[in-house]
């Protein structure tokens, strides 16, 4: 992307967030109408392991957040934070 003069987007300095908003575009398969990043770039870029990766951070996420959600309300540790 970069040899095309595509680079990243300046509102992400180091912290990574581009990476789930690449993935969720590669995701989804199609651009969208208003987006900050460069759909068309991604996708045109975008390797069929990077699909699988995409999906991979996803579930990874979900999986997470029901764990969390789970050990948060099962073990109670709203109240025992200290």
Not at 37 to 59: G, K
Not at 61 to 79: R, W
Request: hydrophobic fraction near 45%; charged fraction near 25%; glycine fraction near 8%.
């Amino acid at each position: 992307m970069r040899e095309e003069g595509i680079h990243e987007p300046l509102w992400d300095k180091g912290i990574g967030i581009r990476v789930s908003m690449y993935g969720k575009v590669i995701r989804r398969q199609k651009p969208a109408k208003a987006t900050i990043v460069n759909d068309e770039a991604i996708l045109r870029h975008a390797r069929p392991i990077d699909l699988i990766l995409a999906r991979v951070m996803h579930y990874s996420l979900v999986m997470m957040m029901i764990c969390a959600t789970y050990g948060y309300f099962a073990y109670d540790l709203g109240e025992r934070a200290y």
